[in-house]
């Protein structure tokens, strides 16, 4: 096993624990708020579907300032669940608070996880969102079942989301992943997962821990992998995601770059693969798939708008050095129409998410030239986010999803425009 990222005090309460069948992970972050829903809704889940199991509970905090492990520690394991679930024989979920040590970001929180659940022989790991309000005890048994019962090895989640909630994963991440793997999986940085052991063992043996992938590239490099390594994969519908979403107006900061990056990165890396397949496949599904109605996100379309047009302009001589002179004459036109009539069509989006991959590819790979890039496409992401806005404001969102679905169907038909110039 590589050298050990967990504290000493850690290490002693691991081998006390010795084994345990399951492993939950919660990494927060400053979720007072909501932690203490989604530690509860966790313990009552593995209660009331896995009650013979070993359970341990991982909190991987980074580093909060507030109340937020506290809370964690001072929550009953169970509260009252002899009174609600008094005929099931329960073996109470052991807790482990622990801070997280190396790299800042999300994929730390994931490298302790992984750890303590591989040290504990865990026959599955589960990971889900500290800021979660959503989360009831039933996503447990959707996000282990699948891997215990039936033999699966990544559950990714499946969510009903607002129509502008998640707008990096509907224009670019699921079409993308969709188009290249040959997986409809929709929910790819997702934020909550299941892992069998053997898994989880896998990722906890990769060389990616100390770079910008363990900050906010985790989850795409974990869904891809995933697929591309030849895992069972499936999907499990958990009902409305309500968490603490923001307005895709605001400032991404470098959340984007190392997301999208992180996915190109991982172009390079199996790029054999991704040019044999020709169309997208449905995984397996499991829960029940209902029309659900998530909490609205209000959005400011004049300021996507405007983002975009300041960062087009003041781009557009680098955006020359690598996107052709047809795709600046189109985003030129763009940037020239008021927000009332604003449309970034979506094959125009296509190729310049293709053509963003073919400059990635084509660089020289210097962290500069990269951060360049990346920086570059994040006012053209605000222009096509803010078209979407305008085209779905009076839309449904379950009408507003057909969109998206048409858009992935464009990528996948456009998938030539890209293998054809890859070499």
Known sequence: MQETVLSHETQLKVEQITTADIVVGIPSFNNEVTIRHVVRAVEY?????????????????????????????GTAVYGDMDTILIQHE??????????????PGKGSAFHTIFEVAVRLGAKACLVVDSDLRSITPEWVELLAGPILLKGYDFVAPWYSRYKYDGTIT???????????????????????????????????????????????GIDIWMSTKAICEGYRICQAFLGAKIHDAKDPSHSLGPMFQQVIGTMFRLME????????????????LFGFRSEVYPEEIRVDLEAMVARFRAGFQE?????????????????????????????????????????????????DKSQETLDRVMLSMVPLYFGRTGSFVRETRDMPTYEAEKLIEQLCDGFETEKPYLTERWS
Do not use: C
């Not at 329960?90 to 790299?103: D, N, W």
């Open 45 to 73: 889940g593995l209660a009331k579907y896995f009650p013979r199991q070993k359970a341990v509970l991982v909190n991987s905090d980074g580093g909060s300032t507030d109340q937020t492990r506290h809370i964690v520690e």
């Open 90 to 103: 329960v073996r109470p979920a052991q807790k482990l608070v622990t801070p997280y040590h190396g790299m």
């Open 170 to 216: 509907n224009s670019i991440i699921y079409p993308v992943t969709r188009s290249l793997y040959g997986v409809r999986m929709r929910q790819p940085i997702g934020g909550d997962f299941g892992f069998s052991g053997a898994l989880a063992e896998h990722y906890l043996s990769r060389d990616i821990w100390g770079t910008d992938i363990a900050r906010y």
């Open 269 to 284: 890396r199996y790029q054999d693969k991704w040019q044999r397949v020709e169309q997208s496949r449905p995984t397996a």
């Open 315 to 363: 781009n557009r001589e680098f955006l020359g050095s690598f996107l052709p002179a047809e795709r600046l004459r189109e985003l030129a036109a763009i940037a020239k129409l008021p927000t009332s009539r604003f449309d970034f069509p979506g094959q125009t989006w296509i190729r310049v998410v293709w053509d963003y991959a073919l400059a990635y590819h084509r660089s």
